[in-house]
Every structure is written in C-alpha cells, then in structure tokens.
T-cell receptor, first 113, second 116 residues
Framework: QKEVEQNSGPLSVPEGAIASLNCTYSDRGSQSFFWYRQYSGKSPELIMFIYSNGDKEDGRFTAQLNKASQYVSLLIRDSQPSDSATYLCAVLWRGGATNKLIFGTGTLLAVQP | DTGVSQDPRHKITKRGQNVTFRCDPISEHNRLYWYRQTLGQGPEFLTYFQNEAQLEKSRLLSDRFSAERPKGSFSTLEIQRTEQGDSAMYLC??????????????FGPGTRLLVL
C-alpha cells in the first residue's frame, strides 16, 4: 500500500510568519510530488509541484524535496489569513496501467491575524 | 473559464436511487480522473481514462459504480442503488499526459452527494 503521511494539525502561525508543512511518502520510486490547497467545502487547488531534489520557489511558496529521506515540505513565507486552509500533499503513483495521485490526509493551517 | 467543470455541484438523493454526475475536462487534456473525498480525508482514487479508454478502476469502485468517457471528452460517473456510505465529494481531475511521464492534475469544483 502506497502511503503519504501528513500531520493533521492544526498548525497555527501568526500573520507574517513562515508556515512549514511536512509530508513523508513510502514509495521510494515516486518521481512527482504536488501540494494542493483546499479551502473548507471547496475542491483542491494546485499550488506547487516538484520533481527534483532541492528547492523550488514560486512567489511566497517554496517546495522542498529530499528523495533520499522520502520527504517533501512546503514553506509559506509572510503567511496571510487568506492562507488558512488544508494543505494536501500528493504523490503520483505510476505502475503498468496505474496512474493516480495518492494523497495525505492534509494539514490544517490557521494563520492568526 | 477553461478549467474543469462538474455538474451538478450538489445532489441530495434518497437511499436506493440512482445518480449520475458529469465532468468536462480542460479541452486539450487526454486524461480524466475521478476521486472521492470524505470529511477529514484526502481524495481517494476511483478510476481514470486516457482518451476514451478506462485504464484502471479502484477496488473502492463497487459494481454499483460505473464511469464512461464515450468520445474521449466529457465523462459521467453513475452510482446505482445509492447507499448512505456513498455520501461524499466526488472530484474530477484532468491532465495532459506527457512523453516524460510527468503530468499535473487539475481538479474541478466537485459534486457533493448526500444520500438520505
């Protein structure tokens, strides 16, 4: 069973701080990693993807990947109340005809004004 | 807006009734996925299509569930004889499969099903 693990939170940070969200995955052969943001009652919205070890930055968001440790993280700088949401980590599982995202349960982020 | 669309957005039905959901993917995308999400959980894979071919069905998809993508464009997901345990958000996603094997899935707004 391919697994993706996240701390469910809530992770509470003050406005303007850096929020750090973490994710581990079990399949060492995984190559593609994604972070989705999901507001309550809404569908997941893609915010970052990363394929290679190291950091990838996009605006206030930085994704970090360490394949040796099977670890993915998302940093949100200058956190805003509008960032308050559940952040879902997902790994693309490919094998034969199989092609699907495996999601963690999500981390609830609360940014306090 | 050229994103993934789903219809209806909400559906309330009585146990034992049949329901059908529709998904229209992003126009140039050749892959279409169905996921199901219950409260407090991440989305779980149900099935996916490459063009009109259904390539995989999850064991979560009982015989009461059927999905089609007849012309490789829109897709329908039908649930027959609904049960209360079918209550969930049904999410559709689409992607463009690349030769590199990399793909990015974009989700529609979802259909929230409540079975009474």
């Amino acid at each position: 069973q391919k697994e993706v693990e996240q701390n469910s939170g809530p992770l509470s940070v003050p406005e303007g701080a850096i929020a750090s969200l973490n994710c581990t995955y079990s399949d060492r052969g995984s190559q593609s990693f994604f972070w989705y943001r999901q507001y309550s009652g809404k569908s997941p919205e893609l915010i970052m993807f990363i394929y290679s070890n190291g950091d990838k930055e996009d605006g206030r968001f930085t994704a970090q990947l360490n394949k040796a440790s099977q670890y993915v993280s998302l940093l949100i700088r200058d956190s805003q109340p509008s960032d308050s949401a559940t952040y879902l980590c997902a790994v693309l599982w490919r094998g034969g005809a199989t092609n699907k995202l495996i999601f963690g349960t999500g981390t609830l982020l609360a940014v306090q004004p | 807006d050229t994103g993934v669309s789903q219809d209806p957005r909400h559906k309330i039905t009585k146990r034992g009734q049949n329901v059908t959901f529709r998904c229209d993917p992003i126009s140039e995308h050749n892959r279409l996925y169905w996921y199901r999400q219950t409260l407090g959980q991440g989305p779980e894979f149900l099935t996916y299509f490459q063009n009109e071919a259904q390539l995989e069905k999850s064991r979560l998809l009982s015989d009461r569930f059927s999905a089609e993508r007849p012309k490789g464009s829109f897709s329908t997901l039908e649930i027959q004889r609904t049960e209360q345990g079918d209550s969930a958000m049904y999410l559709c996603a689409s992607s463009l499969a690349l030769a590199s094997g990399r793909e990015t899935q974009y989700f529609g707004p979802g259909t929230r099903l409540l079975v009474l």
